[in-house]
């Protein structure tokens, strides 16, 4: 005697119309959204995951995209048509010499302790540094080093990603690029190569103090 598979009494809704759920709560959302809480937003027995992959798929090549920020996903303006929305940007200050320093270092040597980001700038990076990159949220605490004295670590956020159209951390351009953008100084050595720590030499020792023709690029 063979028995028939039990039906479920709810079955999830369609895939079109999961993918209808997940761009509802995407554009309600004032931030981006985790597929995590996607899924607890949704029906039980929802694919979030499928239903976002098939949603980008539709809107690719439209006026709005869906991108994927990390470990979230957000409808952003399709990178060709930024332009457009230069004239509504506000631009409110611009980060300091020592601060795009500071925020270059934790990019490309996260996870990374304030005395190791000193030991790479050759110089004393101040609390205010660190308090400004934290205020404007594209740094944040990680986890503490087991080492004497247990320091904590610095990691870039998702905000911090977003602003510059990243996915993740990989996708940061070379340092020729960097250059190019105005982000490194052009001169040679290692306040542009930005070394890693323990390496030779060191950026410029002046003060960690701001500098108001640098930063253009890292305007909040």
């Not at 009494?9 to 995407?26: G, N, T």
């Not at 694919?47 to 809107?59: I, Q, T």
């Not at 004497?148 to 977003?162: K, M």
């Not at 060191?202 to 253009?216: F, L, R, S, V, Y």
């Amino acid at each position: 005697m063979t028995t028939e598979p039990e039906t479920p009494l709810f079955a999830p809704p369609p895939l079109p119309e999961q993918e209808r759920m997940v761009e509802a709560i995407l554009f309600a959302a004032t931030g981006m959204v985790t597929l995590a809480e996607l899924a607890a937003r949704m029906p039980h027995g929802c694919d979030p995951a499928a239903a976002l992959r098939g949603l980008a798929e539709r809107y690719a090549g439209r006026g709005v995209e869906l991108r994927r920020i990390g470990e979230a996903w957000a409808f952003r303006t399709a990178p060709d048509l930024g332009f457009l929305m230069q004239a509504e940007r506000v631009e409110t200050r611009k980060l300091s010499r020592a601060a795009i320093e500071t925020l270059a270092i934790i990019a490309y040597h996260q996870p990374v302790t304030r005395a190791e980001i000193e030991e790479i700038r050759g110089v004393a990076v101040s609390r205010g540094t660190l308090d400004q990159l934290l205020e404007l949220d594209w740094i944040r605490f990680g986890r503490r080093r087991n080492t004497p004295g247990r320091p904590v670590t610095y990691l870039v956020t998702e905000a911090f990603l977003d602003h510059f159209g990243l996915e993740s951390a990989r996708d940061l351009p070379g340092l020729a690029e960097l250059r190019a953008a105005g982000l490194l100084d052009s001169r040679p050595g290692p306040a542009g190569g930005v070394p890693a720590p323990g390496a030779e030499g060191g950026p410029d020792p002046g003060e960690d103090a701001p500098d108001p023709d640098q930063g253009a690029l890292f305007d909040d």
